[in-house]
């Protein structure tokens, strides 16, 4: 087999497929992260599947909350204490714990680029915070209830 320098239509399909996808890339953004109203910008953004799971990184969420982390030692155990509130998990198991108590995660913590991941919900649910995510927006919204939680103003009433 011998190589054959490529035609001037094959070299111009390869620019124009190129030059499409890095226009692809350059319009994309990725999913933002807010946290009682402040954006939150993390080294690895969330990621979100084709049946509308969504995972945030821990720390970044955890600290945005005013959680402390603690890592295990090299075990892959994550300790995650927000006031009374804490969550035990472990990197690639769904078996975790809140406030002591056992807890089945729906999906195991995973990383991406040295971060650990994990399910919005999970966080929600260990740490009594309301979270939502729109994928119109793409925009992740999580409330701490009272934190996050704009007043509602008294309507004013007209004087006669």
Not at 22 to 49: F, Q
Not at 112 to 120: F, P, S
Request: hydrophobic share 45%; no cysteine; net charge positive.
């Amino acid at each position: 087999m011998t190589y054959r320098t490529p035609s001037l239509r094959t070299l111009a399909t390869v620019a124009l497929a190129a030059l499409f996808a890095s226009a692809l890339l350059a319009v994309s953004r990725p999913v933002e992260m807010v946290v009682d109203g402040e954006r939150i910008d993390s080294d690895v953004p969330p990621v979100t599947t084709s049946v509308g799971r969504i995972f945030v990184p821990l720390r970044s969420i955890a600290d945005a909350l005013g959680a402390r982390t603690q890592p295990g030692e090299g075990d892959g155990r994550i300790d995650i204490v927000r006031g009374n509130q804490s969550l035990r998990l472990k990197v690639g198991d769904t078996h975790a714990t809140v406030n002591g108590m056992p807890l089945t995660l729906s999906h195991a913590p995973f990383r991406v680029r040295g971060r650990v991941m994990i399910e919005l919900n999970a966080v929600a649910g260990a740490f009594n915070v309301r979270a939502k995510y729109d994928p119109r927006t793409l925009r992740i919204e999580v409330l701490t209830p009272g934190i996050g939680q704009a007043s509602v103003p008294k309507a004013i009433l007209p004087t006669q």
